[in-house]
C-alpha cells in the first residue's frame, strides 16, 4: 500500500512539472542559399515569448518581411513571411532545426504550394557589448574548394588561423607554388581578404582573394592584382 502511495505522489508531482522549455532563438541570424547559381543572403531577426516568434527577414525581394504564425516547438522553428516577385505576392513556409548548441538553424523553406523550395543554415551572431570593439569572426581552420582553370577542376586547401582582432594568417596548397603562404589577412564583417604569392610559366604572381563568410562556407572571388585574371571558389570548413 506504501508503495502504492509513493508511486500516486511521484506521478502528481511530474504531472505538476512545467512543460520543457521552447529553445530560445532570439537575436541574429544570418545564412545564405542558392538561387538558380547566386548566392543570396538573409537575415533574420528573431524575437521568442512564451514559444511564440517574432521579427523579421531582411534580403529577401521585399525586405525587411515580417515573420507571422511564428513559434518554437522543442528544437523546431516554424513561421511564413510574403515576399513579392516579378510582380506577384508569394508566401514562403519556413521549418527549421534548431542545433544541439543552438548556435545553428538548419532551415527548409519555399513557397507555400511546393513550386519552390531552398535550403539554408544561419549562424547566430554574437552581438558586441555596448563601446566595446566587434567580435571577428572566427575562420580558423581547414577549408576545401575547387576552381575551374582552363577547364580543369583545381581543388584548393586553405588552413586558417584567426584571431579576435581580425588578423588571419595561414597557408593555401594546390597553387603552382604550394603552400603559399598568406599575407595582410584580416577578417572585416563577414568579408575575408588576404593575398599570396604564386609562381606560374617562370613568373611570380599575386593573387588577392575576397571572400564572403557564410556559415559553413566562403564565397571566394580571386585573382592576379591587376585583373587580368580571376576565378571564383566556394570553400567548405572541413571536419
Keep these: 500500500m506504501r508503495d502504492w502511495l509513493r508511486m500516486g505522489c511521484l506521478i502528481a508531482f511530474f504531472a505538476v512539472l512545467p512543460a520543457a522549455h521552447a529553445a530560445d532563438v532570439s537575436g541574429t541570424w544570418k545564412g545564405a542559399f542558392d538561387y538558380e547559381g547566386s548566392n543570396v543572403a538573409l537575415t533574420f531577426h528573431l524575437t521568442i ?3 511564440v516568434v517574432t521579427g523579421t527577414v531582411e534580403g529577401l525581394p521585399t525586405t525587411p518581411a515580417e515573420i507571422h ?3 518554437v516547438d522543442g528544437d523546431t522553428v516554424t513561421f511564413w513571411v510574403s515576399t513579392d516577385y516579378q510582380g506577384q505576392t508569394y508566401k514562403l513556409e519556413y521549418k527549421g532545426r534548431i542545433s544541439a548548441g543552438g548556435d545553428q538553424i538548419a532551415f527548409t523553406f519555399g513557397t507555400e504550394d511546393g513550386g519552390w523550395n ?3 543554415t544561419a549562424a547566430k551572431s554574437v552581438d558586441a557589448a555596448p563601446g566595446a570593439a566587434p567580435v571577428a569572426i572566427d575562420v580558423t581552420g581547414t577549408w576545401k574548394g575547387a576552381f575551374d582553370f582552363n577547364g580543369n577542376s583545381m581543388p584548393l586547401a586553405l ?4 584571431s579576435a582582432g581580425g588578423a588571419v594568417t595561414g597557408t593555401v596548397e594546390g597553387l603552382a607554388t604550394t603552400p603559399a603562404e598568406i599575407q595582410d589577412g584580416k577578417v572585416d564583417g563577414e568579408t575575408l581578404t588576404f593575398w599570396v604569392n604564386t609562381d606560374y610559366q617562370g613568373q ?3 593573387l588577392v ?3 564572403k563568410i557564410a556559415a559553413g562556407q566562403i564565397e571566394f572571388t580571386f585573382g592576379t592584382d591587376d585583373g587580368s585574371w580571376s576565378a571564383q571558389l566556394t570553400a567548405t ?3
Excluded: M, R, W
Design 159 to 162: 588552413h586558417l588561423a584567426s
Design 204 to 206: 611570380t604572381y599575386k
Design 69 to 71: 504564425d511564428g513559434k
Design 118 to 120: 531552398a535550403q539554408l
Design 49 to 51: 515569448a512564451g514559444g
Design 237 to 239: 570548413k572541413g571536419t
Design 209 to 211: 582573394f575576397k571572400g
